[in-house]
């Protein structure tokens, strides 16, 4: 039988914590009508965070690994930057019926990004020392990434952890100081040094290190389900690892710190080892400076 599948094409129509009560009816409308219960919400695009549900108890593959699924039934999935054009969803319910999809994923074009005046350093690290330093701070972050439990924070919604003027965009490649690097995998926004950064989500911090070589002041927060958000180049981290945070909740201080050629916040979400494009799960940004990215 087919499920109901729901997948806006480009971006988030409303605020999740106001669609997630839609998605219920729906799930109540189609158990109702005996169809298989399973419902996606969000962009199928590379890049992109998809909210799903199904049956309680149920049992949900994503491209051959296993999925998370919360005892009420919700899960979470994503595409990575390069993902193929192909994706298959896989749910077992309760009673053995089994649900297969093939889901077909959007290709994105991505920018160029020419960045010049960074300090020769930090673009190219040589010293024994410095890249010592880097192999640390790389395993300090792989740590804070590697948890997944059943919490779902991430069902609270996400709002954007500052505003300003969009300055750096996920997914763009990047040339430093004329020398292509890797990809950016987060969005970045600009503003003044000790701007109050907010959760964008509930979580708990797992990671809070005021100086990272590349990325400044770190913080990493996780929403359960294996999925996190990591905000950069932080002048000041006023929460500790271990605290559990509110939406809305004041974490940090916007900063310019690291690698940077002025003061801003590059926002980035994880899932499972999937680099994710935030701005899949917020509505547009409120504020007369923030330049058009899509």
């Not at 909210?51 to 108890?57: L, N, S, V, Y």
């Amino acid at each position: 039988m087919p499920g109901f599948l729901l997948t806006p094409a480009n971006r988030l129509s409303m605020p999740l914590v106001r669609l997630f009560p839609l998605l219920l009816l729906f799930w109540a409308t189609l158990s109702q009508a005996g169809k298989v219960p399973l419902a996606l919400e969000g962009p199928l695009e590379q890049g992109a965070l998809v909210f799903g549900r199904t049956e309680p108890g149920a049992r949900v593959v994503f491209d051959g690994e296993p999925v998370p699924v919360s005892p009420d039934g919700h899960f979470l999935i994503g595409f990575s930057r390069e993902a193929p054009p192909r994706s298959r969803l896989e749910v077992v319910l309760t009673d053995g019926t089994r649900i297969e999809r093939e889901l077909k994923v959007a290709r994105r074009e991505y920018r160029i990004q020419r960045i010049d005046g960074l300090p020769p350093a930090k673009v190219t690290p040589r010293k024994k020392e410095d890249l010592e330093r880097i192999r640390r701070d790389v395993v300090l972050v792989k740590k804070a990434r590697a948890r997944v439990d059943k919490r779902t924070d991430f069902l609270t919604g996400f709002r954007w952890p500052v505003t300003g003027p969009i300055t750096g965009v996920y997914g763009s490649q990047r040339v430093l100081n004329g020398k292509p690097r890797r990809p950016h995998y987060g969005v970045d926004i600009a503003g003044p040094v000790g701007t109050p950064v907010r959760a964008p989500a509930d979580g708990i911090v797992t990671l809070a290190v005021p100086d990272m070589f590349y990325s400044g002041g770190t913080l990493i927060m996780d929403h359960g389900h294996g999925l996190s958000s990591t905000f950069m180049h932080l002048h000041r981290i006023l929460v500790k690892e271990g605290e559990r945070v509110k939406q809305g909740q004041v974490v940090a201080e916007l900063g310019a710190t690291g690698r940077v050629t002025g003061p801003h916040l590059d926002w980035r979400m994880n899932l499972r080892g999937k680099r994710l494009d935030p701005q899949t799960v917020v509505g547009p940004m409120k504020t007369d400076k923030t330049e058009k990215n899509r």
